[in-house]
């Protein structure tokens, strides 16, 4: 679903009777004939009257795939064995798009093949193409109706029970990591962040994680260890700012979100914040004493009816511990016609006959088992991860369809291979230092 069909029309910028090699092509093709199938580059940047929403193209390669002829993503993961922590993360991330199987997760749909190893320096991941993401829907003046706001919750909260029971923490959930289609299809995407949830209560999480507007207050003030309650908190902020059509927390600084935090939700207990560092826990109790104002969250917009409020009042809690969880959260009456409305016509799971539609058994399935990580911890030297993930990659590509590979000789090859990950300012900011 979702993903672009080619058009028999020619690019703007080509002439039809002009071939000009495409981005990525079938390894080893050579025959003429077979070069007709192959992609022609482009970055879709018109937008669309579609059914439900108007949408534009997210900022991956939108590429055809030349064994079928279907519009995929092309993600480029570059400087991948720059030093060992990076392609450790690397390769979990990779090894996680190729164990996903939900429709609301983004996955790997194909590895294209790697060069020789001495000459392996990136990774190119096909995916399948979504048109927008849900910042751009924000922002934008398209209307967003309540059934819009309900079935992109569903859908979220929908993907994240699944990782939840894999056991993954996404600890990047924002609204440009959420892909939508026109159809309001959704799927979670970019895990370069994610990690397997730590049962050690003793043992030290980085704090590098979520883009500060959506982080959860446990990480903002210092917590040594965290849960996947982090990602619940980063869905009751997006739910607030679909209400609202504007961010909820919008702080300068990590100590300034912290406040923002507190004058929604008060002053938290020395229990709420028992996992705080001593510096968190300073500035807090320095400060005036707050008192609770959620009924301000009744001014979002007209479609924050009680439902809606009740239930973004039980993601935005400030003890972790206390904070619903995904699976409860879709049990949530406000989720009911999001539910309905995505398993009537929009999902893969159910399917219409002559005589009606057949629900699946399992509106919210899970994984069994869960993500196994084990693979990290033999994990020493830069050489050793290389030729694993070299070799991971090659046994991917075993079966019947014709392995892909990058094509130098492509128009678009130039400015692809030298693009590089986001910049700074797109990654999430660091955490303050308290002590």
Request: aromatic share 8%; proline share 6%; hydrophobic share 35%.
């Amino acid at each position: 679903a979702g993903a672009e069909q080619p058009s028999s029309a020619a690019e703007p910028w080509q002439h039809p009777s002009v071939s000009r090699p495409a981005l990525i092509s079938c390894a080893g093709a050579a025959r003429a004939e077979r070069q007709q199938l192959l992609p022609r580059v482009q970055r879709a940047q018109t937008q669309r009257a579609v059914k439900f929403l108007h949408c534009h193209s997210t900022s991956l390669e939108s590429v055809t795939d030349p064994r079928d002829g279907k519009r995929v993503a092309l993600k480029k993961m570059p400087n991948v064995f720059q030093n060992l922590v990076s392609c450790k993360r690397v390769f979990r991330e990779l090894k996680m798009l190729c164990f996903f199987k939900h429709d609301n997760v983004l996955s790997a749909l194909d590895i294209l093949q790697p060069p020789h190893i001495d000459y392996f320096e990136e990774i190119y991941v096909v995916t399948e193409l979504m048109q927008s993401d849900l910042h751009k829907i924000i922002v934008s003046p398209q209307p967003l109706s309540s059934d819009h706001v309900k079935v992109f919750l569903y859908q979220i909260l929908r993907g994240l029970k699944y990782l939840h029971s894999a056991g993954i923490l996404h600890r990047d959930i924002k609204p440009g990591n959420l892909l939508v289609n026109s159809n309001c299809v959704l799927k979670i995407c970019d895990f370069g962040l994610a990690r397997v949830e730590e049962l050690d209560e003793s043992r030290h999480m980085t704090q590098e994680v979520v883009t500060q507007y959506y982080r959860a207050p446990e990480i903002l003030m210092g917590s040594r260890h965290y849960s996947n309650a982090i990602d619940i908190w980063s869905v009751g902020c997006i739910f607030a700012e679909l209400l609202g059509r504007r961010i909820l927390f919008q702080a300068q600084s990590p100590i300034q979100q912290l406040d923002l935090i507190t004058d929604l939700l008060g002053t938290p207990s020395l229990e709420a914040m028992r996992t705080a560092c001593e510096g968190a826990k300073a500035h807090i109790l320095r400060g005036p004493h707050k008192q609770p104002s959620l009924p301000v969250l009744y001014t979002l917009s007209s479609q924050a009816t009680h439902e809606a409020v009740h239930l973004l009042c039980r993601m935005l809690v400030f003890d972790p511990s206390k904070r619903i969880s995904a699976k409860d959260a879709l049990a949530h009456p406000y989720l009911d016609e999001g539910r309905l409305r995505y398993h009537t016509c929009m999902c893969k799971c159910c399917f219409s006959t002559s005589t009606g539609r057949v629900y699946t058994s399992d509106f919210e399935p899970i994984t069994n088992p869960k993500f196994d990580d084990t693979f990290e911890k033999n994990l020493s030297s830069v050489r050793q991860v290389k030729e694993i993930i070299h070799q991971f990659i090659l046994e991917q590509q075993k079966g019947n369809r014709v392995p892909l590979c990058i094509n130098p000789q492509s128009a678009a090859f130039k400015s692809f291979i030298s693009s590089t990950v986001a910049q700074p300012s797109e990654m999430p900011p660091s955490p303050l230092v308290w002590e």
